[in-house]
């Protein structure tokens, strides 16, 4: 069994950054692909990266190219999201996932174990 859990959601400004962390516990797999999704009220649950087991690949949707940036630390098996130049279009609940298996995957179904979520609300 996996355990993640998200942190680093609150309320922040419209232009300002904000780091959100995944720390997973319990049976742990370091090559397993994470990835970060969110979804805002009435909306589907969106794909924003992934990353591979080893972190030397990373996967963005469009909405966030250019502005958000997915690492990993697996000696602290630790996932990150680094999201800068945020818009009020980007609040919403940010769920970390893992997936057994080796290749990324954009379909959250594709996702074995989730963490419960972060709000992260922009304001403007």
């Known amino acids: 069994q996996v355990q993640l859990v998200e942190s680093g959601g609150g309320l922040v400004q419209a232009r300002a950054s904000v780091r959100l962390s995944c720390a997973a516990s319990g049976r742990t797999l370091r090559t397993y692909v994470m990835g970060w999704f969110r979804q805002a009220p009435g909306k589907e649950r969106e794909f924003v990266a992934a990353?591979?087991?080893?972190?030397?690949?990373?996967f963005y949707g469009d909405s966030v190219k250019g502005r958000f940036t997915m690492s990993r630390d697996n000696a602290k098996d630790t996932t990150y999201l680094q999201m800068n130049s945020l818009k009020p279009e980007d609040t919403a609940v940010y769920y970390c996932?893992?997936?057994?298996?080796?290749?990324?995957?954009?379909?959250?179904?594709?996702?074995?174990?989730w963490g419960q979520g972060t709000q992260v609300t922009v304001s403007s």
């Open positions: 990353i591979t087991g080893t972190g030397g690949t990373t």
């Open positions: 996932a893992a997936r057994v298996g080796m290749l990324v995957k954009i379909p959250s179904t594709d996702y074995n174990y």
